[in-house]
């Protein structure tokens, strides 16, 4: 069974800074992060496919970096210069064919 394993969700004031690691059980061809908000549809954040070549949402942009190691089947999400509006619960997905797989999510909440 194919499992993804998010970490490093909390709580950061404005303007800070975390990074989100996600660890799959395989290799993925395309790993990414999305986001659902309270009340909002889940959304892309990030991905990143196995050349490394990335995809950002506008929102993020120049703010947010995804990066993976393949080595270690991990994907990272590091984000700075957070908003309160980046409030979410954020989820890990990967792909492997026509299979899509997701984490379970991890909060991330900013503080104004």
């Known amino acids: 069974q194919v499992q993804l394993v998010e970490s490093g969700g909390g709580l950061v004031q404005a303007g800070g800074s975390l990074r989100l690691s996600c660890a799959a059980s395989?290799?993925?061809?395309?790993m990414g992060w999305y986001r659902q908000a309270p009340g909002k549809q889940r959304e892309l954040v990030a991905t990143?496919?196995?050349?490394?070549?990335?995809n950002y949402a506008d929102s993020v942009k120049g703010r947010f970096t995804i990066s993976r190691d393949n080595a270690k089947n991990t994907v990272y999400l590091r984000m700075d210069s957070l908003k309160p509006e980046d409030t979410a619960v954020y989820y890990c997905?990967?792909?492997?064919?026509?299979?899509?797989?997701w984490g379970q999510g991890t909060q991330v909440t900013v503080s104004s």
């Open positions: 990143i496919i196995g050349g490394g070549s990335t």
């Open positions: 395989r290799s993925m061809f395309s």
């Open positions: 997905r990967g792909t492997v064919g026509v299979s899509v797989y």
